[in-house]
């Protein structure tokens, strides 16, 4: 007999004459014949209410189900007289698969999230992070659907990548070589002798070979894990997180700054219309004003802003920072949200950021001073979204690439497609997990990534 998912059942018009169902008990209390079963299989926020009697042949040994353990039963839909739900079932059998002893670590009462933190394999048990992990799931698929509906291809760039886009050398190594004792050339490591002939890293973009696609297949966009070692142990910081990164040929930073637009106003209303049930636990207990900032995105169209005057707005404001405002700065979290949640109300672009704090792969500006970068802001999280029109001018790169440090010798394939039928071309990075914080109103990264990777933390 198959077996029929919870969602499925609660979510039915009519009851279905004998369904099978599996899953873990959240509770379990007694009747005098009876013992009432809640039954949760992780499919949906809701159990569902098993009626086990006492004709039941091993109801003996159902009266010891405990919270944790896991059972499979066969039974009939009948409507609930209780209220908060339409079906119930019957059971006709009962097999305890298996019994949790009474230290299982997850018990009626709120945990907090430091310590499910500490459980990280037990918390996808609970309703919050159930809630999380199914619009994680549902928001992956909904990207796939933006893009593919659009006609990008999906491309898998490499994991393991010799170069550092972003320029900032927070990368980690990978090696075979022994650590204890490498080879040695000139007093130095050899990493000639190094698996890859040279020395490799886990990649923090995928965005320079996602380029090399878009200058060949149109529009191209990726999404995987990427990776930065820099030592921040911060509620907005990860070693290991999801990016998305489109890429878009014959594109201007006006388009790609629609397309950015577009995207995160798809999917704040995908979740809204297919993740109501656990938007509302989020609504209820983590923030009050998620539904209205969801809104206030899905409705407005987003501000289009000149970082230079965002800077004299911030200037402006009155308001006491803990960094400094002046052109030039690299805009802190405090200075995005208070432009987005307390200026505007309402997300903002900004743009034309000055080519001192920006990649060197960013489209200089006519003006020599700044480049055609921009950022999404939205409240509550500060940049959810950063990209640029590449420079796809050879000289400029060039220039761009020297100044910034950044080998030409190692990127010659990099500056091959500006030597070989260079056009304009633009895209921009969305952090995942930011993502996921926006739409659910969690605060921390660590609790919307499966296993957090963090620093002295790789536990899982």
């Not at 004998?18 to 809640?38: A, H, M, N, Q």
């Not at 009626?108 to 918390?123: A, N, P, Q, V, Y």
């Not at 291809?153 to 650590?179: H, K, M, N, R």
């Not at 402006?316 to 505007?344: C, I, M, P, W």
Request: proline share 4%.
């Amino acid at each position: 007999m198959k077996r029929t998912r919870i969602k499925t059942i609660l979510s039915s018009e009519k009851p279905i004459d004998l369904v099978l169902i599996k899953g873990w008990v959240r509770t379990r209390r007694d009747s005098r014949t009876f013992s009432f079963i809640e039954l949760n299989d992780g499919s949906c926020l809701n159990n569902i209410q098993v009626i086990a009697d006492d004709l039941l042949k091993n109801y003996e040994q159902i009266k010891k189900l405990s919270t944790g353990s896991s059972v499979s039963v066969k039974g009939t839909m009948h409507e609930s007289p209780g209220k908060g739900q339409k079906w119930e079932i019957h059971a006709s059998e009962i097999e305890v698969i298996s019994l949790a002893p009474d230290d299982y670590p997850l018990q009626k009462k709120r945990h907090t999230d430091e310590f499910l933190r500490t459980i990280s394999h037990l918390r996808p048990r609970t309703n919050k992070y159930g809630a999380a992990f199914r619009i994680r799931s549902k928001l992956s698929y909904a990207i796939h659907r933006f893009f593919q509906d659009l006609g990008f291809t999906y491309v898998q760039t490499p994991i393991l990548t010799g170069s550092d886009c972003e320029g900032a050398g927070e990368l980690f190594q990978v090696t075979t070589l022994d650590i204890d004792n490498p080879p040695r050339s000139n007093g130095k490591t050899d990493y000639q002798n190094d698996f890859f002939g040279k020395t490799a890293n886990l990649t923090v973009s995928g965005q320079l070979e996602g380029e090399m696609f878009a200058l060949a297949l149109g529009d191209i966009y990726t999404f995987g894990p990427t990776f930065r070692a820099e030592n921040s142990n911060t509620s907005r910081h990860a070693s290991e997180f999801w990016m998305v990164e489109p890429e878009m040929a014959f594109c201007d930073l006006a388009e790609d700054m629609d397309y950015a637009e577009k995207f995160i106003k798809f999917l704040v209303d995908y979740v809204i219309k297919n993740c109501a049930e656990d938007l509302e636990l989020f609504a209820k207990f983590v923030d009050k004003t998620l539904m209205s900032t969801l809104e206030t995105i899905g409705s407005k169209k987003f501000i289009r802003l000149p970082y230079s005057e965002a800077v004299t707005i911030l200037n402006q404001s009155g308001k006491k920072f803990n960094y400094d405002v002046f052109f030039g700065a690299d805009l802190q979290t405090e200075h995005e949200r208070f432009l987005a949640e307390n200026h505007f109300k309402q997300p903002v672009i900004l743009y034309d950021y000055p080519k001192t704090i920006k990649p060197f792969y960013m489209r200089l500006n006519d003006d020599d001073k700044t480049v055609a970068a921009m950022d999404v802001i939205v409240p509550r999280i500060g940049e959810i979204i950063g990209g640029s029109q590449r420079e796809d001018r050879l000289e400029l790169l060039e220039t761009r690439m020297d100044d910034t440090g950044v080998s030409r010798e190692e990127h010659w394939w990099y500056l091959d497609s500006r030597r070989y039928g260079s056009v304009p071309h633009s895209g921009f990075g969305l952090g995942f997990e930011r993502l996921i914080m926006l739409v659910t109103g969690i605060t921390n990264i660590r609790d919307v990534i499966p296993f957090p990777r963090t620093p002295g933390s790789i536990e899982f």
